[in-house]
């Protein structure tokens, strides 16, 4: 049986393009169901059409995205999920998660995985990773079942507080995070 794997996107939308191209790799090897947070689903910006990211998403997946509370809550109950992916993963989402706030898809996706027992994994993009988002990001680091993906500054003299997973290390950390381990180093240079 294919391992089932819940890969969600939030707003960080200038890596969006990178997380897709990840997306792409891992439908080869997952039974995939997306998602996609509120904000996400439906915003276009400079780095491209919400309707085009869902498209896309969708014809990769072979699935409808889940982009409400009420598509993501029976993810728990069904336990519909052997790993949830969020990637991207702003700094908004992981201080909901952190903070026990589960009001978006991703958010309560989160939640009613976590139920079952089984792995998160975080791929944090966000501009205040290393400024007050730091203090979330080192909660989630404690909590049991959650997982990171490697991640370092992402432009130290223009943006110093600045953090962006890598990307191109999520089969791996998937890997690992389905073995119940993080994986190491998690602090990377660029």
């Known amino acids: 049986m294919s391992i089932r794997l819940g890969y969600a996107l939030t707003g ?3 890596t969006l393009k990178s997380s897709v191209e990840q997306l792409k790799l891992l439908a080869k090897s997952y039974d995939i169901y997306p998602i996609m947070s509120e904000i996400t689903y439906k915003t276009d910006t400079r780095f491209g059409l919400a309707q085009d990211f869902i498209k ?3 014809d990769i997946c ?4 889940m982009h409400t ?3 993501t809550e029976p993810i728990g ?3 519909m999920l052997d790993i949830l992916v969020i990637s991207p993963c702003t700094a908004n989402t992981m201080g909901k998660i952190a903070n026990g706030i589960f009001d978006t898809s991703v958010t309560m996706a989160t939640k009613a995985h976590l139920r079952n027992g089984k792995p998160v994994l975080i791929a944090p993009a966000t501009n205040d990773g290393l400024a007050i988002s730091g203090k979330n990001i080192s909660k989630l680091m404690v909590y049991k079942n959650i997982f990171f993906v490697p991640f370092s500054q992402d432009d130290p003299q223009k943006k110093p507080t600045s953090t962006i997973a890598h990307f191109d290390l999520l089969p791996k950390a998937i890997e690992m995070a389905l073995q119940n381990k ?3 180093p998690l602090l990377l240079e660029k």
Do not use: A, H, V, W
């Open 12 to 14: 960080s939308f200038c």
């Open 56 to 58: 896309e998403i969708e």
């Open 62 to 65: 072979g699935k409808k995205i």
């Open 69 to 71: 509370i009420t598509d």
């Open 77 to 79: 109950p069904k336990n």
């Open 182 to 184: 993080q994986i190491n």
